[in-house]
């Protein structure tokens, strides 16, 4: 068994090493290594013991395939792996059920830890499988796909398609990518309001993420006025209605 110091040394080496993959050599992973992946996503803490969350390894072609077309993104159809994290409330319906009792509202505080349980589970397994020497990437595009997700996978009342994560062997070596200045992510006790130079740092640690070397064009496409987030959120609330989510 190797010392804490080596052990340390070699996760630190996985997190370093980590960039999204989306290009991958169309092969499935041999099983003792799905074991190890699956077993992480299962050790991962929980919410008060409740496992908000089921996976669906998708494993069909055709199905993939299908899925793959309506996210619109062709990884998610080459990955040897592709999972989809539901944010998961029936299973404790049928436990209550089972034991005589009810499932009380599944409101919007559900669902943010169902999220918060899923991201954890999903996070445990993109780091074993980068551990192992493969790629991942998280497919949050599962969401323009929700509702042939709920259909074709019959999903049933209080559950929701989260996100996916691809899992598989690399066909491409993309650079590590880069990440917000370290004290604008960590504050100490307070809140920290930002100085015009701490922005301008932001920015300018972000450039290299875009084409054009300007971040702004991903803000404003995701979460300026009019971008994908607000059109997005009026379809999910309306899809979590119908799937029985009080929100
Ligand atoms: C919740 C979430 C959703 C994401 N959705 C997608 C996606 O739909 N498609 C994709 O190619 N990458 C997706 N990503 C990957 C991010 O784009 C990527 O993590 C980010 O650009 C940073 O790059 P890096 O992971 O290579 O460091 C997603 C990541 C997260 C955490």
Redesign the pocket.
């Known amino acids: 068994m190797e010392s804490p110091r080596e052990i340390g040394a070699a996760v630190s080496k996985v997190f370093e090493s980590?960039?999204?993959?989306?290009k991958y050599v169309k092969e499935p992973l041999p099983e003792h290594h799905l074991d190890l992946i699956m077993e992480a996503g299962r050790r991962a803490p929980t919410d008060a013991t409740l496992h908000l969350w089921t996976a669906l390894r998708i494993v069909d072609d055709k199905l993939r395939r299908r899925i793959a077309d309506e996210?619109g993104?062709e990884?998610v159809y080459e990955a040897g792996e592709f999972f989809i994290f539901i944010a998961d409330l029936y299973r404790l319906k049928r436990l209550l059920e089972y034991r005589g009792e009810k499932l009380g509202r599944v409101d919007r505080a559900l669902l943010v830890f169902a999220a918060i349980d899923a991201?954890l589970a999903a996070e445990n397994m993109a780091v074993m499988a980068e551990a192992l020497g493969y790629g991942t990437?998280?497919?949050?595009?599962?969401q323009n796909a929700a509702e042939l997700i709920i259909r074709e996978l019959g999903l049933p009342e209080k559950t929701y398609p989260l996100?996916?994560l691809t899992i598989g062997i690399p066909a491409e070596e993309?650079g590590?990518?880069?990440?917000l200045p370290r004290d604008l992510l960590f504050h100490e006790n307070m809140y920290r309001d930002y100085s015009d130079s701490d922005l301008a740092r932001a920015y300018e640690s972000m450039s290299a993420?875009s084409r054009r070397r300007d971040w702004l064009r991903i803000l404003k496409r995701y979460v300026a006025e009019g971008g994908y987030f607000e059109s997005r959120s009026v379809e999910m609330w309306r899809l979590l209605k119908t799937q029985g989510f009080e929100v």
């Open positions: 980590h960039r999204s993959i989306r996210i993104q990884h991201a990437c998280f497919i949050g595009g599962v996100f996916g993309p590590v990518r880069p990440r993420y």
